[in-house]
T-cell receptor, first 114, second 114 residues
Framework: GENVEQHPSTLSVQEGDSAVIKCTYS??????FPWYKQELGKRPQLIID?????GEKKDQRIAVTLNKTAKHFSLHITETQPEDSAVYFC?????????????FGAGTRLAVHP | DARVTQTPRHKVTEMGQEVTMRCQPI?????VFWYRQTMMQGLELLAY????????DSGMPKDRFSAEMPDATLATLKIQPSEPRDSAVYFC????????????FGDGTRLSIL
């Protein structure tokens, strides 16, 4: 079955710096890759997603890149702000195994220091 | 802004008691997912439904957990009897029909079993 690995588990940056979180997946047929942000005590919220027919997608300060050959995708946050501090989860949707089922990475705790 | 609604938000009960958690998916969504989140395990998929039919509950301990969807506006997750190791945050998520559609999470039920 699909397995998603996420690195790093914790990331600390200074305000204004960039942050990059990387995920790898095992099922080459996976075709949908969302990213969720979870603030302390809150629900995971979708911040950006990418489908396998696209290599990159941007939304203001966040971007996601997908390398299907290498089976990895990354989240890039530029000009980080303290409110970006949260746990970020990547996920992959395998083609097999169920309708719109997502396999999540273990999460990255991002701390942005003023 | 349509949201997934979960009740109760918090539940504290003694070991051995029955616990019922409820979820109202976003109107029109036909897939419903139950996740458990602990510090150690991240987001763990317990069960999910499509058009009210259970598709996969392999992540759920069968002897004490049960998930149902009696109608399109209500999904339930029951634990009987509850144990201290069941303490966690339980999230419900729903998604619309169609491939590669994002899941939207509810605010979760924070469960503590004493």
């Amino acid at each position: 079955g699909e397995n998603v690995e996420q690195h790093p588990s914790t990331l600390s940056v200074q305000e204004g710096d960039s942050a990059v979180i990387k995920c790898t997946y095992s099922d080459s047929a996976s075709n949908y890759f969302p990213w969720y942000k979870q603030e302390l005590g809150k629900r995971p919220q979708l911040i950006i997603d990418i489908r396998s027919n696209v290599g990159e997608k941007k939304d203001q300060r966040i971007a996601v890149t997908l390398n299907k050959t290498a089976k990895h995708f990354s989240l890039h946050i530029t000009e980080t702000q303290p409110e970006d501090s949260a746990v970020y989860f990547c996920a992959a949707r395998p083609l097999s195994g169920g309708y719109n089922k997502l396999i999540f990475g273990a999460g990255t705790r991002l701390a942005v220091h003023p | 802004d349509a949201r997934v609604t979960q009740t109760p938000r918090h539940k504290v009960t003694e070991m051995g008691q029955e616990v019922t958690m409820r979820c109202q998916p976003i109107l029109g969504h036909n897939t419903v997912f139950w996740y458990r989140q602990t510090m150690m395990q991240g987001l763990e998929l317990l069960a999910y439904f499509r058009n009210r039919a259970p598709l996969d509950d392999s992540g759920m301990p069968k002897d004490r957990f049960s998930a149902e969807m009696p109608d399109a506006t209500l999904a339930t997750l029951k634990i009987q009897p509850s144990e201290p190791r069941d303490s966690a945050v339980y999230f419900c998520a729903s998604g619309p029909q169609g491939n590669n559609q994002p899941q939207h999470f509810g605010d979760g039920t924070r469960l503590s079993i004493l």
